[in-house]
């Protein structure tokens, strides 16, 4: 054989050389972006608090100031300071998008597991419901229930939880009904455990991770969404400083060259729901043992 | 005793009987061979012997009463790929805990004696060889508890020598527990060495 | 055709948290195959040999250090030329129909391997033909398919192109006698039709039907290289003769029908940092030069060991 040397070089090193373990690692980086985005939020969430009422008022001296180092979003035609009455909008508009994911979550939660552990018609049921609010368009669906319960905050809540609980509970269902059939589930019961300790201790840290990484992902929808239906002026009542409003309000002055009344708003809109979106990949990342590793 | 009388079996109605009138007994420390070509249902009787599925027709008893449908199963069942038979998010102590009752510590001697290094309670399992598995999870199958084992193909996925080390612990095991076997094995040599008695499914 | 030498290869790991640890699962892998030649990789699980064939192939993941060399028709591998040769000059024969398209008819995913290894011309209707696969089956979605079926369309997807060197990894777990002996006719077949095979297996008996060499694999080091009939030479009583390195011996010694011999201790695993030769915890011969330096290459009769006590 020709590849056989007498001194044979590499058999000198019996292990790599340790390389240097590198700081900025790719765990490290996703960590510390999901830690950021997270941050971000909370302090989007409490901004209310800080920044106090006192920018809402009306100041008629101030009116349709341009943006500036005392006004960094400008005033509107009130002299209302743009940025406090945005971060009002957006603080306001994830505690309803909150509401509104977790109220889908447990929806989802409940009938996904009912579906999987239960079965034959009760399966079917929630199955087929799942795939009646598929096939209808979303938005449509969004206005319909928000218009029949009269818009408002309860009309908000609801229209937007009722229609975004669907693709959690067909991956809870998925999950459930994989893991029923897996080996180590039905031995576990073979070794005297009863179905509440096999769905605490099997399923749950199973699915909840899931469920976990399902709702922080739900969070842009549902804000969009909301944003949307008091756009449209189906939502939130006109005087609440939803930013869906004040989306609406500033459309009417775009016209007349009043731009930052539009577009700090928007883009502070956009970050929000993008750092959300950004939290839900790291963690499902970090939370998937196929790419945990990278 | 553990017997089986008349089983037949089939996945649905609509479908052919995979198992008919199959009959057997496994008296106490005996080791029965069972050998039969694939697709003559020799996992799926193991999977009723032990009480995972129930027969169509037929009943399976232990000491002349039916097995027991709740606790600790006196009849145990190991897989031939252990990676399915382990939840994969949980470390190995756990694993072999999930067999005691609430409470009870390991035994780290017994444990020892089945081939498990105690170094490997804190691993997860995508750490350990498929061999260093399987012996984890026939550890966890043989507490004190367990009067009859069913081996399905448990060391097809190992190679010689791993093999040979799993069966010489089991077979130790199951003799001075006077424990029954029922081995599941398509390698008739393997099952001249390891069992007392052959049958042909 | 083929070389590995010296291939070793290491991960990075994440335990829990930030906390970062280092395993090596393959340490010192060498391997030639010539063409015409199956070469069966065997050992046990956790002994590298799924790894070797994803370092031949350039299909490693991304947090794995590679160093030593891997050298195809002439010429050393780099990751670039391995994306090159994957299922060109180099093809693998999966494990099970999973790995087939679920929503294709299987006529077509054969045809479309052999447009994909620059064979277009190549003949479905033929190739079904030789591994006796009736012509309706091409029209067969997988799950139509029965075990024995899908292994012959799994070898034929593989056969079909211009492939060199045959990558069969696990072929044979589990299966019954006949379909085992059925599916290594097949790769000996192609062997002889001038290409290389590297059977990847960890069943002995399975690699001595069909293998012209048989490479030992032990915690991720080539332990021995030997032709497949050293395993056969009679000897002594418990081994035979052809057979230098004590683990091969303990492998062959292990299979029920030659003894069914068990041996204390378990193989290393990759975290252990080892200096001398792998086996020599479980080895009964091993002295204080075993433990303080890996054994080197020593070529014996045609092929070669890794043990300072083999003599020729």
Not at chain 3, 39 to 53: F, N, Q, T, Y
Not at chain 3, 282 to 306: D, I, N
Request: proline residues 6%.
């Amino acid at each position: 054989m020709s590849l056989v040397h007498s001194g044979d070089p590499q058999v000198a090193s019996p292990l790599l050389p340790e390389s240097k373990p590198v700081f900025w690692n790719r765990r490290r980086r996703t960590i510390l972006t999901a830690l950021g985005c997270g941050l971000l939020l909370v302090l989007v969430l409490l901004s209310p608090y800080g920044l106090g009422s006192e920018g809402l008022s009306t100041r008629l001296s101030e009116r349709n100031l341009p943006p500036s180092w005392i006004h960094p979003f400008g005033t509107d035609w009130l002299g209302r300071d743009m940025l406090v009455r945005t971060m009002h909008g957006l603080s306001l508009s994830l505690w309803v998008g909150l509401a509104a994911a977790s109220l889908s979550a447990v929806m989802a939660v409940v009938l996904g597991s009912l579906a999987a552990s239960l079965g034959g018609w009760v399966d079917v049921l929630i199955t087929g419901a799942v795939d009646l609010f598929l096939s209808l368009p979303h938005l449509v669906l969004l206005i319909l229930i928000a218009f029949s319960l009269g818009g408002g905050m309860r009309g908000v809540l609801a229209a937007v939880a009722l229609t975004h609980w669907t693709g959690l509970t067909r991956l809870i269902r998925a999950e459930i009904l994989q893991l029923k059939s897996a080996e180590y589930i039905q031995l576990a019961a073979k070794l005297g455990h009863g179905p509440l300790w096999i769905a605490r201790h099997h399923f749950l840290p199973h699915v909840l991770p899931q469920v976990i990484v399902g709702l922080i992902l739900l969070f842009p929808h549902t804000i969009l969404h909301e944003a949307g239906l008091s756009f449209i002026g189906m939502g939130l009542s006109p005087h609440t400083p939803a930013i869906g409003i004040i989306l609406s309000e500033a459309m009417r002055h775009l016209s007349t060259g009043y731009w930052w009344l539009g577009v700090f708003p928007g883009l502070a809109l956009l970050l929000m729901v993008k750092a959300f979106d950004t939290l839900g990949t790291n963690l499902h990342g970090l939370m998937d043992p196929r790419t945990s590793q990278e | 005793m553990l017997r089986a009388k008349g089983i037949s079996y089939r996945y649905a109605p609509y479908l052919p009987y995979i198992l008919e009138r199959v009959n057997l007994e496994i008296k106490p420390g005996e080791r029965l061979g069972l050998w039969g070509p694939s697709g003559r249902g020799k996992t799926t009787l193991a999977k009723i012997l032990a009480g995972y599925l129930k027969p169509v027709a037929g009943e399976v008893s232990l000491d002349g009463k039916p097995l027991p449908s709740k606790g600790f199963s006196p009849v145990q069942l190991v897989f031939q790929n252990p990676e399915l038979a382990i939840n994969p998010r949980w470390r190995i102590r756990q694993v072999l805990s999930e067999a005691l009752p609430e409470g009870q510590p390991l035994n780290l001697e017994a444990l020892a004696q089945q081939g498990v290094d105690p170094s490997w309670l804190n691993r997860w399992p995508h750490e350990l060889s498929g061999g260093e598995l399987q012996r984890v999870a026939l550890a966890r199958a043989l507490g004190s508890r367990i009067r009859y084992l069913i081996c399905d193909e448990i060391t097809a996925m190992l190679d010689a020598l791993t093999q040979a080390v799993i069966w010489e612990s089991l077979l130790k095991q199951a003799q001075t527990q006077q424990i029954g076997l029922l081995v599941i094995s398509h390698d008739q040599h393997l099952l001249s060495q390891v069992c007392d008695r052959l049958i042909e499914l | 055709m083929l070389e590995v030498c010296g291939l070793q290869i290491a991960f990075t790991l994440y335990e829990r948290g930030l906390k970062q640890k280092r395993v090596m699962p393959i340490r010192h892998l060498d391997l030639e195959i010539k063409a015409g030649e199956v070469v069966a990789v065997v050992g046990s699980s956790g002994s590298g040999k799924s790894l070797l064939a994803h370092a031949v192939l350039g299909i490693l993941p991304h947090n794995a250090e590679v160093r030593g060399e891997i050298w195809f028709q002439g010429e050393r591998l780099t990751p670039e030329r391995q994306a090159q040769l994957r299922g060109k000059q180099m093809a693998l024969i999966p494990q099970s129909v999973s790995y087939l398209d679920p929503l294709m008819p299987v006529g077509s995913q054969v045809q479309l391997a052999a447009r994909r290894s620059n064979n277009p011309a190549a003949d479905v209707e033929a190739i079904f033909w030789r591994y006796q696969l009736p012509a309706t089956v091409k029209q067969c979605y997988p799950f139509q398919l029965s075990g024995g079926m899908a292994r012959r369309v799994l070898v034929a997807t593989a056969a079909i192109g211009s492939a060199q060197l045959l990558i069969a990894d696990e072929p044979t777990p589990g299966l019954h006698p006949e379909m085992v002996t059925e599916t290594l006719t097949h790769l000996r077949q192609l062997a002889d039709a001038g290409r290389g095979v590297m059977l990847i297996t960890h069943d002995l008996e399975a690699a001595l039907q069909i293998a012209d060499w048989i490479a030992v694999f032990y915690a991720g080091t080539t332990v021995e290289m030997a032709r497949c009939e050293d395993f056969r030479v009679k000897g002594n009583p418990s081994w035979p003769a052809g057979l230098r390195h004590p683990y091969s011996r303990a492998l062959w010694a292990a299979l029920p029908q030659n003894g069914f011999q068990p041996l204390a201790g378990s193989q290393p695993s990759s975290e252990e940092p080892i200096r001398g030769c792998l086996f020599a915890s479980r080895c009964s011969s091993a002295s204080e030069e075993c433990r303080g330096s890996l054994p080197p290459r020593q070529r014996l009769g045609e092929g070669w060991v890794r043990c300072f006590h083999a003599q020729g």
